[in-house]
């Protein structure tokens, strides 16, 4: 019998199983085997290419790094741990015998953007200029960084202390053409100035009831105003600096949680399952890690609004960025939509004076924004190493392995899910909403002529209405509305229902 055609690990795959590299799994693998045709195989959390014995890098890992680069993708994280277990002596060597190679000049970059080492090799002094990442495999600066010594484009989203990448995949792109902003103009193109702006101070109370309920916070009327207060500012002001984020924590939490700086204690997202027991769900960055990447978090937000990345590409990597430093004791999840928030604002994707409820569609989503935050979270809780004392507090052994996890995150899985949550904001939460105030208004002029009601008892009849399937309950009747007459009631209820025909009552349930 023929025997089974061998395979064998080539690119990242390779050089993870040659340098025992942990924690890291590339999106793209590839393995070269001795048959003729070439193979994908994929997965939620990947592919996997079989190549035929022809693309054979060779032995050398300088060889499989560009192989990987050609084939795999740029794995920043991944690189971060293989180039200097590669060492200098390898990676100066095999680039003085190509120096021209598009792949061995973006190698030479990213050893020294990424370990810090300068490589004993003088400055390129002709050639053309090449991009860093490949523009039609990933999301980049569209005004790069030209870097005279390697002749190279960093269009890079970030720096070497906090750099995001992102696939393009089929579900961002989709997105990008629905052109959202331009969609969110067009409904409120259809409605009066005044009951936009009566919209408008609605979504701000429900944006801010929403963010706080995620996090099983009910917050009074005080606490409320104030964060509403800030999702107005956010419409003006760049919140993305350490002086505005320190402010803003102190802002929202209990006074007696406030601080004054970034955290310098080890912090985790944790559950008690019992006394005792801690399910963790996210090991944070250690201390000594937060100011470096707050600054790469800060950093990369201004490469990204000077160079036009798309708004919600931009939001998704601070937002997300930010909560996955987690740089204060509490707060984070708050500030991290906020910064969403901001960012939308601040680059004209949402219309003027407007917010979308995105906290609102997490809340009513929380599987898909779960899985947002879990896509990262998860692979660093499996590879950390830590223990929990008698206190709860946390130490993490491994902090070094983790630590180019936390820096170069591929957040497409975010990107994608901030996306989706912006899709529903625009297609139904925000459509409903100025629906619902067009058929307020309709009923309450219908009810007017029928019985000209003060506007408290109107407004009071509507609700009742409408939660109660267009019907006014009999200890309502007898209690608030004794005055009106059987027929004058039924006509009223009819009034509610014909102008909620088509609408929903989650709106009303809300008021």
């Not at 050893?111 to 980049?140: K, Q, S, W």
């Not at 930010?322 to 994707?349: E, T």
């Not at 509305?481 to 009223?492: C, G, P, S, Y």
């Amino acid at each position: 019998m023929p025997s089974e055609p061998s395979c064998r690990a080539a690119g990242y795959s390779a050089l993870i199983e040659r340098y025992q590299i942990q924690g890291v799994a590339p999106w793209h693998q590839s393995l070269v085997f001795d048959g003729a045709a070439t193979r994908i195989e994929s997965s939620a959390t990947g592919e996997t290419e079989t190549y035929p014995a022809q693309y054979w890098p060779g032995d050398d890992p300088c060889d499989h790094l560009e192989f990987a680069l050609k084939y795999d993708g740029t794995d920043l994280a991944l690189l971060a741990k293989v180039l200097p277990a590669i060492g200098s002596g390898p990676i100066a060597q095999w680039v003085q015998a190509t120096p021209q190679g598009k792949y061995t000049r973006r190698i030479w970059y990213l050893f020294e953007l990424l370990t810090g080492e300068r490589l004993p090799l003088a400055d390129m002094t002709a050639g053309n200029y090449v991009d860093l990442l490949e523009p039609a495999e990933y999301f980049v600066l569209e005004r790069p960084t030209r870097v005279r010594r390697q002749r190279i484009n960093d269009n890079l989203l970030g720096t070497g202390d906090f750099c995001p990448s992102v696939r393009r995949t089929a579900a961002i792109s989709s997105c990008i053409d629905r052109d959202l902003s331009a969609r969110s103009r067009e409904l409120l193109s259809g409605y009066s100035p005044d009951l936009v702006k009566r919209a408008m101070g609605y979504l701000y109370t429900k944006e801010t009831k929403s963010s706080f309920e995620i996090e099983r916070i009910t917050p009074d009327a005080s606490r409320t105003q104030r964060f509403v207060a800030l999702l107005h500012v956010a419409t003006r002001d760049d919140l993305c600096a350490k002086p505005r984020l320190v402010e803003i924590q102190n802002q929202i939490v209990d006074p007696r949680f406030r601080e004054t700086g970034y955290r310098t204690d080890q912090n985790y997202v944790g559950e008690t399952v019992y006394v005792g027991n801690e399910r963790i769900h996210y090991v944070c960055p250690g201390p000594e890690l937060v100011e470096g990447l707050m600054s790469g978090v800060v950093a990369a937000h201004r490469r990204m609004e000077a160079s036009g990345v798309h708004p919600v590409l931009h939001a998704a990597l601070v937002g997300y960025g930010f909560v996955f430093v987690h740089p204060f004791g509490d707060g984070n999840g708050r500030i991290h939509r906020l910064l969403i928030h901001n960012i939308l604002a601040r680059r004209g994707f949402v219309p003027s004076g407007m917010v979308f409820p995105v906290s609102a569609v997490m809340l009513k989503r929380p599987a898909e924004y779960d899985a947002s935050l879990e896509a990262f979270s998860k692979p660093i809780v499996q590879l950390a190493d830590y223990e929990l004392d008698d206190s709860g507090r946390m130490k993490v052994r491994n902090g070094g392995v983790l630590a180019p996890l936390y820096r170069y995150p591929d957040m497409t899985a975010q990107v994608e899910a901030l996306f989706a949550f912006i899709r529903q904001t625009v297609e139904t939460e925000l459509a409903e909403e100025l629906s619902f105030l067009a058929n307020y208004d309709r009923t309450k002029r219908a009810i007017q002529e029928v019985v000209d009601l003060p506007d408290r008892d109107l407004d009071l009849f509507i609700r009742l209405c409408l939660q109660n399937h267009g019907k006014l309950s009999k200890a309502k009747r007898e209690s608030t509305f004794h005055a009106l007459r059987d027929d004058e009631i039924e006509r009223l209820e009819r009034c509610v229902t014909d102008g909620y025909r088509s609408a929903g009552t989650d709106r009303a349930a809300d008021d």
